[in-house]
């Protein structure tokens, strides 16, 4: 790998397609390697930034079944959403493909038959399991059974979400068809794996000794975690009809594993992309001279990182990736994000609620982006990121400078005099911050470097209120002159600066100045080199707002939609508890189950959870402890008709006898309820339920 590549390949993680793009997608992969690539454009590089719909796999085949549509109206409905939500996000791929393209069975299927041919593959006949009723094989996600290691009874066949583990879907406990519900049996069928251990040695070799500084810590540790733990061979194929057939003798009715295609999707992306720019794909991906470099999350580490390497190794004519810049995750005001649960920001509804804020959220997000712990999004926090610096720092300056320019000078770039030595420190700054900003960048420190930026518009507000061009004016116009040309080099130079961040308020900027009227626009090395970037004569145009103030009410609209998913999901997982041991017509007929009516009712001292009632049973009146106090107060319950269990027998609470109990449920909120009598008069205290 050359210090100085001729060019940059750059991939963003392919998105899978059953479901739109959602704000922890964008903070772990999109945003920062946006950001990226239109850094490396401003600076002159050649650049491949490629990414696509990741359209095979069991999750798909199963939204499918249950939609009663086939994959493929999946995948199209999905992949027209999520592309066109990046294009309106402001995400600069030079390709988005999809791993369903033509071009791409044929360059995984040519992947998979150069491995073949080079004899890299192991052929093993196993047994899997097998859903008789289905007449299949279950792939890992149309298997769910009790995880092995921690128990959890909803693990999926090759992974527990639980507690993280990967397994194969034999290792289950009790495990039972997605598709069917029954327990299936095992079947003898023929695979072809990759032998991760036979590569061991070249990835200790490649990353635990060539990569041990440049690669982030997180990213480094899970992979010396994998490879400390022992690679062993990993199944290439899969017994399913949904996907890349597998091009050899006896992969009839067997496809490509999904992840084994998808990752050669850069590859087939960057063809497609280099065949329609009229290119050659193949320096993007095998020559020396270039740096690659995977955008991903810390999920996909082992694929980018073991799996993918060791495919590109086997096929022997491809370069390495330069870094894998992952991502941790980003959770939601305090909660782990949830496709299944709704518990997310959805990127189309984001820019049908915030029309023309992209900007914001892609600011929100890089300034708290997840580069080495997760991180939580808030709200709150978006809103504050907004109105605190994108509008009070970043706004208040460029819009200060607009309008002064044309009070003063009717728009026109004033002429200035001699500077002082606040002007010449001023611009030094000034021509400074490119290199730091680079710098951050070129670390993969997004947040580092999106503070930068904020901290050159915050060189231009103290500029301007340390300098007070409004009140000089009154006494020396050539002063004034000279401090709003300073003003307006910084103004140039956010406007330039700002595009791999905020391209949309970069281009509004540009436009306010009139960029396009230079003899050149100015480029990320100007603002370091050159003495001036807005010439004076130069007619800039009128002040238009840069960002507005996000409201309270804009917040809690956005608040008040997680708390009814919230509440949606609690309605749906109150699943309903097993039935209890079965009892014969006499045990029940020993239970004495009456109408009674509460008559007082009192909060038990120093008890969160206790009342002692006063129930009228219509045999006797008596006192019954009841732990409803976090659901009721003593004065919402008397007068209530209620069931009573008569003949519990008593039992001392708090130093309180209680002779009874209280029928009550749960509602899906985790509310108590009565179990009440018909409230007709008829039904008098004292009569039995039977």
């Given at each position: 790998m050359s210090t100085n590549p001729k060019r940059y390949t750059i991939t963003a993680a392919l998105p899978y397609t059953n479901g739109p793009i959602h704000i922890g997608h964008l903070a772990g992969v999109y945003v920062p390697a946006d950001i990226y690539a239109r850094y490396l454009r401003l600076t002159g590089n050649d650049v491949a930034f490629v990414c696509g719909s990741d359209e095979h796999g069991v999750p798909i085949t199963i939204k499918a079944k249950k939609e009663g549509v086939s994959p493929q109206d999946v995948v199209d409905k999905y992949h027209a959403i999520i592309k066109k939500s990046f294009e309106d996000f402001g995400i600069t791929f030079d390709n988005y493909s999809r791993t369903s393209a033509q071009i791409h069975h044929e360059t995984a299927s040519e992947f998979f038959l150069e491995l073949y041919k080079k004899s890299e593959f192991i052929e093993e006949v196993t047994e899997q399991l097998y859903d008789e009723e289905a007449k299949q094989f279950l792939a890992d996600r149309f298997v769910i059974g009790t995880c092995p290691k921690c128990g959890n009874e909803e693990a999926y066949g090759d992974q527990c979400e639980k507690c993280g583990t990967s397994h194969n879907a034999t290792d289950l406990i009790n495990p039972k068809s997605a598709i069917t519900g029954n327990a299936p049996t095992l079947k003898e069928t023929k695979h072809w794996f990759l032998p991760l251990d036979k590569h061991e040695e070249f990835?200790?070799?490649?990353?635990?000794?060539?990569?041990?500084?440049?690669?982030?810590?997180?990213?480094?540790?899970?992979?010396?975690?994998?490879?400390?733990?022992?690679?062993?061979?990993?199944?290439?194929?899969?017994?399913?009809?949904?996907?890349?057939?597998?091009?050899?003798?006896?992969?009839?009715?067997?496809?490509?594993?999904?992840?084994f295609d998808a990752?050669?999707?850069?590859?087939?992306?960057?063809?497609?992309?280099?065949?329609?720019?009229?290119?050659?794909?193949?320096?993007?991906?095998?020559?020396?001279?270039t740096k690659l470099v995977h955008f991903i999350g810390k999920d996909n580490i082992v694929f980018h990182c073991i799996i993918f390497p060791s495919m590109l190794?086997?096929?022997?004519?491809?370069?390495?990736?330069d870094n894998v810049p992952a991502n941790e995750f980003l959770n939601l005001e305090g909660n782990k994000l949830s496709t299944s649960k709704n518990w997310a920001v959805w990127l189309p509804e984001y820019l049908e609620d915030f029309p023309d804020k992209q900007d914001v959220l892609r600011y929100a997000l890089t300034a708290n982006a997840p580069e080495t712990k997760d991180n939580d999004f808030t709200w709150k926090d978006f809103q504050a990121r907004n109105n605190n610096e994108l509008v009070a720092i970043f706004g208040n300056f460029i819009n200060r400078v607009v309008v002064l320019t044309n009070k003063y000078y009717n728009g026109i770039v004033p002429e200035p005099s001699d500077y002082s030595q606040v002007d010449e420190e001023t611009l030094a700054a000034v021509k400074a911050y490119p290199d730091v900003i680079a710098s951050s960048i070129e670390r993969y420190r997004f947040r580092e470097a999106s503070q930068e930026l904020m901290?050159?518009?915050?060189?231009?507000?103290?500029?301007?209120?340390?300098?007070?061009?409004?009140?000089?004016?009154?006494?020396?116009?050539?002063?004034?002159?000279?401090?709003?040309?300073?003003?307006?080099?910084?103004?140039?130079?956010?406007?330039?600066?700002?595009?791999p961040?905020?391209?949309?308020?970069?281009?509004?900027?540009?436009?306010?100045?009139?960029?396009s009227a230079l003899d050149t626009e100015s480029s990320w090395e100007d603002i370091s080199t050159k003495d001036i970037l807005?010439?004076?004569?130069?007619?800039?145009?009128?002040?238009?707002?840069?960002?507005?103030?996000?409201?309270?009410?804009d917040i809690q609209a956005q608040l008040d939609k997680l708390e009814a998913s919230k509440k949606a999901n609690e309605a749906a997982n109150k699943a309903a508890e097993p039935q209890k041991e079965e009892i014969t017509f006499d045990d029940f007929t020993k239970l004495d189950l009456r109408v009674g009516t509460i008559i007082e009712a009192e909060k038990m001292p120093k008890a969160k959870k206790l009342l002692v009632l006063k129930v009228d049973t219509g045999i006797d009146t008596r006192t019954i402890v009841s732990g409803i106090a976090e659901s009721f107060t003593a004065e919402e319950v008397i007068g209530k008709r209620v069931t009573v269990l008569v003949?519990?027998?008593?039992r001392k609470l708090r130093?309180?006898?209680?002779?009874?109990?209280?029928?009550?449920?749960?509602?899906?909120e985790g509310k108590l309820v009565f179990v009440n009598p018909d409230a007709n008069q008829d039904v008098a205290n004292g009569l039995q339920i039977s």
């Open positions: 990835l200790k070799e490649w990353i635990l000794k060539g990569h041990k500084k440049d690669w982030k810590p997180n990213v480094y540790g899970q992979v010396k975690s994998w490879i400390d733990d022992g690679l062993r061979p990993r199944a290439v194929t899969r017994d399913l009809d949904w996907g890349i057939p597998v091009p050899v003798e006896g992969g009839e009715g067997k496809v490509l594993y999904v992840w990752p050669i999707g850069y590859i087939s992306a960057t063809k497609e992309w280099a065949e329609r720019e009229g290119k050659d794909w193949e320096p993007y991906w095998k020559d020396e001279n190794k086997a096929e022997g004519s491809y370069i390495l990736p901290n050159l518009a915050r060189l231009g507000n103290k500029y301007l209120a340390d300098e007070e061009p409004w009140k000089v004016i009154k006494e020396d116009e050539a002063r004034t002159k000279t401090i709003m040309f300073v003003a307006l080099q910084i103004a140039s130079a956010l406007a330039t600066i700002s595009e961040f905020l391209p949309f308020t970069s281009e509004k900027l540009k436009s306010i100045l009139s960029h807005l010439p004076a004569g130069h007619q800039i145009g009128k002040a238009e707002l840069l960002f507005n103030k996000i409201e309270d009410k003949n519990l027998a008593p130093g309180v006898e209680s002779e009874g109990m209280i029928l009550m449920t749960e509602s899906p």
